[in-house]
């Protein structure tokens, strides 16, 4: 739900071609290791879109998600 308020809020205006929401990241920094990977795998399982944290975990998902 909140990703489809941001890709809304971003097309509001009408300068910008509509967002679509390509990878979720998340901030576990608070999380222990086994709480932050349950946190991203749960997250990813529930929208469907690659999902990390990019310190913890790397980017490359994101990049993949971008470079397709």
């Known amino acids: 739900h909140v990703a489809r ?3 809304d ?6 300068a910008l ?7 979720i990241a998340l901030n576990t920094g608070h999380m222990d290791p086994d709480a ?3 946190a991203v ?3 990813a399982r529930r929208t469907g879109l690659p999902t990390t944290d990019a310190l913890r ?5 994101l990049v993949d998600a971008l470079e397709a």
Do not use: Q
């Open 9 to 14: 809020i971003a097309r509001a205006c009408g």
């Open 36 to 38: 932050a990977r349950a």
């Open 57 to 61: 975990f790397g980017a490359a998902a």
């Open 17 to 23: 071609p509509a967002a679509r929401t390509i990878g």
């Open 5 to 7: 308020l941001y890709e």
């Open 41 to 43: 795998d749960e997250t």
